[in-house]
């Protein structure tokens, strides 16, 4: 399985900033995804990361909000723009190669005051 | 689109006991998935069932997929505090690579 690793872990940001979270693999994946979790919920996918090309976004996540990168196979990041309190929320990255399992990132947890 | 339902929420259960949880489909299922999240860290992946009504089994974890393809089933076989934690089911449908993902159930073990 993949090895990845997020930055920042966690972050407390006041309102009308923005956040860039990074997603880096230890290897070439075919897929890489952002999910948002609030607290005690389930995971909500925002976007699929495309390499080389615009994100491709789900319902409800528009990318003037959640811009999204992703220059290679091994890298994402993901930019909470012009955040509020409803933004706080645990972002997580997750990537798959081949199959369709998924593997999941530890995890940035934002907090906005 | 598609929906994947987890009901209840919550479950707690006395260590060595057993615990199920189903997860149903709005949709038929091309493959059905389950995460395990332990409090304060991110999903990890336990399982994949492909085959309609196939089951796999992960020591005292069983796992079925149903003959429809449209529901699916943890079984945890006595219970111990290391199992706590939230369960995902998630599954995907016909081409797509995206899962969706059930609201998860809270295992608590009580001692």
């Known amino acids: 399985s993949a090895v990845i690793s997020q930055k920042p872990s966690r972050d407390i940001c006041q309102r009308g900033t923005s956040l860039t979270i990074q997603c880096q693999v230890d290897s070439q994946v075919t897929m890489m995804f952002w999910y948002r979790q609030q607290p005690g919920q389930s995971l909500t996918l925002i976007a699929t990361a495309n390499q080389g090309s615009e994100a491709t976004y789900e319902s409800g996540f528009v990318i003037d909000k959640f811009p999204i990168s992703r220059p290679n196979l091994t890298f994402s990041t993901l930019t909470v723009s012009n955040m509020s309190p409803e933004d706080s929320s645990i972002y997580l990255c997750?990537?798959?190669?081949?199959?369709?399992?998924?593997?999941f990132g530890p995890g940035t947890r934002l907090t906005v005051l | 689109g598609q929906q994947v339902m987890q009901i209840p929420q919550y479950q707690h259960v006395q260590e060595g006991e057993d615990f199920t949880r189903y997860c149903n489909s709005s949709?038929?299922?091309?493959?059905t998935q389950w995460y395990k999240q332990r409090p304060g860290g991110h999903p990890v992946f336990l399982i994949q069932?492909?085959?309609?009504?196939e089951v796999k089994k992960q020591k005292r974890l069983t796992f079925q997929f149903g003959e429809a393809k449209k529901n699916s089933s943890l079984h945890i076989t006595a219970t111990q505090t290391t199992d706590v934690g939230t369960y995902f089911c998630?599954?995907?449908?016909?081409?797509?690579?995206?899962?969706?993902f059930g609201s998860g159930t809270q295992l608590t073990v009580l001692p």
């Open positions: 069932l492909v085959k309609s009504g």
């Open positions: 998630a599954g995907n449908s016909g081409s797509a690579r995206q899962l969706t």
């Open positions: 997750s990537v798959t190669s081949g199959a369709d399992t998924q593997y």
């Open positions: 949709t038929t299922l091309s493959n």
